[in-house]
């Protein structure tokens, strides 16, 4: 099995940063992509932003240019860097990993989200 332990929330003023990092941990082959999500109270889960094991990113268009995506593989760690947060950006956060557990055997793992709220 394969945990993802998410840190770094918490409550924010409008115009602040937070990063949030997500460690996985376990028994698995390697990790591919891995991905924030969010979810707002009402709202469904969507995405913020997912990186590949090469490093190349994307992201959800109303974080772009304010948040950054970046990966450590030698510490199996994904981080979200958010700068000028906005109310709009209050929800849980979660951390997602594609990993290949054994040989042509891929599963997608959450985390069990970190809550960000920004105030105004």
């Known amino acids: 099995q394969v945990q993802l332990m998410e840190s770094g929330g918490g409550l924010v003023q409008a115009g602040g940063s937070l990063r949030l990092s997500c460690a996985a941990s376990?028994?698995?082959?390697?990790?591919?992509?891995m991905g924030w999500y969010r979810q707002a109270p009402g709202k469904q889960r969507e995405l913020v932003a997912r990186?590949?094991?090469?490093?190349?990113?994307n992201y959800a268009d109303s974080v772009k240019g304010r948040f950054t995506i970046s990966r450590d593989n030698s510490k199996n760690t994904v981080y979200l860097q958010m700068n000028s947060l906005k109310p709009e950006d209050t929800g849980v956060y979660y951390c997602n990993a594609d990993v290949t557990v054994q040989l042509f055997h891929f599963v997608a793992f959450w985390g069990q989200g970190t809550q960000v709220t920004v105030s105004s």
């Open positions: 990186i590949t094991s090469g490093s190349s990113s």
């Open positions: 376990g028994t698995f082959t390697s990790i591919n992509a």
